[in-house]
């Protein structure tokens, strides 16, 4: 059985239509890709919406999840830019044990 995935190209397009047209030249760049990738999204999530307020961004933390692939990916992102586990937990809101602990699982 094939797992759906969530066509977060679509959803992107249609907030920028419905409701912030004006922010579409801003975010072309990123929508233009072929595939979405977990950096992509946040990016996006960050020019249409802004900084949320620490509430909503609290309860959104719960429903994020990461595939084996995203992980690596902002595990690569950490070595390129030479950050240490705080300053990724700050940039992707995460915790400084999940950074940890994909390190270990994964590296």
Known sequence: MKSKSVNYKKIYEDILNEKFPDKILDCMSILNKKKLTVLDVIELNKKIFGKENLVS????????????????MILDYQKKHNLNNTQMAIQFGLSRTTIAYWKKLFL
Do not use: G, P, T
């Open 57 to 72: 961004e609290s309860q959104n933390k719960r429903f994020r999840s990461y595939n084996k692939s995203d992980i690596l």
